[in-house]
Each structure stands twice: as C-alpha cells, then as structure tokens.
C-alpha cells in the first residue's frame, strides 16, 4: 500500500508495541526511560517560536500556538459501501482532521488483508473529502499501534503489504508516545519488506542504521527512535492524542498550496518519473488558476488567437 498516494498530510500517532499495563518491561525487552533529554528538548520545540530579543517576535504573536483541547470525532461506519469491523473511521468536527485507528487491541493491532483494505477505503475517503487536510493513523489501545501483518493469516500466497513499522515510517510525521518500542521482525518471522520498508527507512536513518535494523531485528525504544530519526518526536502516552491534534491544527493553519507542494517536491526526489510528474500535476494545477493559464483556454474558446503579451517572462 503506497500511503503517498495520498496528497494530504498524514500523521501517525501511537506506538508499534508497547510495554504491559503495569508500566514494567517484559523480560528481554528493551527497559524504557523517562522522557528526558532530546525527547523533551523535542516536545518543547514542538511549541516554541524562537526569538533572539527574549520576547516573542512578530512572527509568534502573529501565528501563536494551536489548540490541545480534545477533538470531537464523529464516527463513520461504512465507508466505500462497506462496513468497517477492523478499523475505526473519524473525523473532527468543525475542523480538517480525519482519524483511522487500527482497531485489533487483542492481537496488538496486527493487519489482516481486510485491515488493509479497510484502512485504503478510508484513506481515499479523506483524500476525496475537501474538508480534511491531515489524517492521524493510529493504533486501539495503550499497548501498540500495530505489530505488523497477522501472523495467523499470512498464506503461502503472501500479500504486497509491510509490517507496522513501515506504515508509520511512510507517514510524513510521526509523534511517539514515550512507551513505544520500534523495530522491524522479519527475518526472524520469515518475512521482509524489499520495497519502502527497506528504502524508506534507508532514507530515514541512513544505510548502516537500516542494516542493523533489519539484519539483527532488534527492537529501539522511542529516545532511541528519536535520536536516528525515526520519528519526529516523543511525549507521554497520556499526552499523545493532545499532542498529535496541536500538530494537526497548527499545520492546518498555513497553506494548503504550500504544504501540497512541499510534500510533492520532497517526495519528488525520491520516487522518480512518478514523483515528478506529481510535483508538474501541481504545478499545472496552479497554472490553471493563475491569469496566463485562462488566457489560452478562453482565447481558444472565443476562437481567436491567444494574448500571452501582458505575462511578464521573469529571470
Ligand atoms: C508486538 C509484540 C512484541 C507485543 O508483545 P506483547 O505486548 O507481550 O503481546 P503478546 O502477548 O505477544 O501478543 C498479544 C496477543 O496478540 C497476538 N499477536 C501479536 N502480534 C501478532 C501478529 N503480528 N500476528 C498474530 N498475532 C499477534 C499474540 O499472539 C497474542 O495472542 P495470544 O492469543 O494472547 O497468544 C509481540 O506480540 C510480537 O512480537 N508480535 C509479532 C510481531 C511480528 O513478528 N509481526 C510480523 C512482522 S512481518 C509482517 O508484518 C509482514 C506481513 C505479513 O506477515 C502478512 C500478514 C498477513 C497477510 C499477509 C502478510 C504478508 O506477508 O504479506
């Protein structure tokens, strides 16, 4: 499933597997630390405009922060004519905000090809909805975002999906709660992904970090994520959800023209002819509304030759 295929931004929230209820780490288990460190440094910068005077600038009291107040979701049952049993659909009311949340606590979110037939129908639902500019993908429950493809229904067969590492990795941003653990496991399940979960993480966190993390299969906490770059940032798992919809809001308050652009033109460099031609549908989109771009589609309607002479031809 090629989640660029979606123009709108995405975020993920949630965590791939997360320590049991009691807080304490399971044997042979990665043991996990405090929020501290860079992970705090990066919550604080989430918020915080910086300015060399010591009071805010222009520039924050202009744009100032976005709200952390809960959102009220309201929830959608079936989607494409379907009725959704292993996904959770929602949107936020009065604002653009979508939310698929993987919804297999008891198998710690692991996907079935339904799951991620469910969660594509949601997808194009939000990217077909002018209303949505973000999508938070996340996983049910405390314990996991999702721990990849269900074991119990992998067939000989085998489905063109990756593990739920790589769907957050193909996510533009990803906000960790500070219990989660990352890791990709398929070389000791008899598994790999030779696609995006391979180069995208490669792109991520470097080649040698890639090597290590698929050739020894072992697992990261979120201040390790963190530091290699895995995720954008880390905060308490009570914290997330607030977290994730002040991310949401304030990207929701710049451009839509520019982030559609940015994301084209930093996906662009990466996926070839497919990212290019991408970034020049975007381009041809705002050509269309731009004076220049009517001048020849009414001049050939009116039947007459087109007047290109009043459009500046710039350095
Ligand atoms: C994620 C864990 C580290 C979490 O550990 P913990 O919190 O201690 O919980 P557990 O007690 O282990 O799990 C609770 C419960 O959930 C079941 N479960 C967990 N994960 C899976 C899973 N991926 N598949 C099936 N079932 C799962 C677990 O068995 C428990 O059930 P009980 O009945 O209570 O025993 C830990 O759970 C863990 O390591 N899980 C496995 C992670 C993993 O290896 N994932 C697979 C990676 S490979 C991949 O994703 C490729 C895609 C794929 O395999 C696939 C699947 C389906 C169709 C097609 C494909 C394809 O290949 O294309």
Redesign the pocket.
């Known amino acids: 499933m090629d989640l660029r295929m979606s123009r709108r931004v995405t975020v993920l929230s949630q965590h791939?597997?997360?320590e049991?209820a009691s807080g304490a780490a399971?044997a042979g288990?990665v043991e996990l630390q405090p929020l501290s460190g860079r992970a705090a440094a990066s919550q604080e910068a989430s918020t915080s405009y910086a300015s060399a005077t010591g009071r805010p600038s222009s520039y924050a009291r202009v744009h100032g922060s976005a709200s952390r107040a809960p959102a009220r979701w309201r929830r959608i049952d079936t989607v494409a004519k379907e009725q959704l049993r292993e996904v959770r659909y929602e949107k936020a009311e009065g604002e653009g905000i979508a939310k698929i949340t993987i919804n297999r606590p008891?198998?710690?979110n692991?996907?079935?090809?339904r799951t991620v037939s469910e969660m594509s129908w949601c997808f194009a639902d939000a990217r077909e909805d002018p209303a949505v500019g973000v999508i938070i993908l996340t996983g049910e429950g405390p314990?996991?975002f999702c721990?990849?493809?269900?074991?119990?229904?992998?067939?000989a067969g085998?489905?063109?999906?990756?593990?739920?590492h790589i769907l957050h990795m193909m996510c533009d941003l990803t906000i960790a709660a500070d219990n989660a653990?990352f890791g990709q496991?398929?070389p000791?399940?008899g598994?790999f992904?030779a696609g995006y979960g391979s180069t995208q993480m490669a792109r991520l966190v470097g080649q040698k970090k890639a090597r290590e993390m698929w050739f020894l299969a072992r697992l990261y906490d979120a201040q390790q994520a963190l530091d290699m770059g895995l995720v954008n940032t880390v905060v308490p798992l009570e914290q997330l959800e607030a977290e994730t919809l002040q991310w949401c809001r304030e990207i929701l308050k710049n451009s839509p023209t520019a982030l559609r652009v940015l994301k084209s033109a930093l996906n662009a460099a990466e996926d070839g002819q497919a990212g290019i031609q991408q970034l020049g549908g975007d381009a041809t989109l705002l050509f269309y509304q731009s004076e220049e771009g009517n001048e020849g589609r009414q001049a050939y309607m009116d039947k007459r030759p087109p007047d290109f002479s009043r459009f500046k031809r710039l350095p």
């Open positions: 791939l597997v997360g049991d399971p288990e008891e198998k710690r692991a996907f079935t090809p314990l996991a721990s990849g493809g269900d074991q119990s229904v992998r067939g085998g489905y063109a999906v990756g593990g739920g653990v496991t398929g000791k399940v598994s992904d």
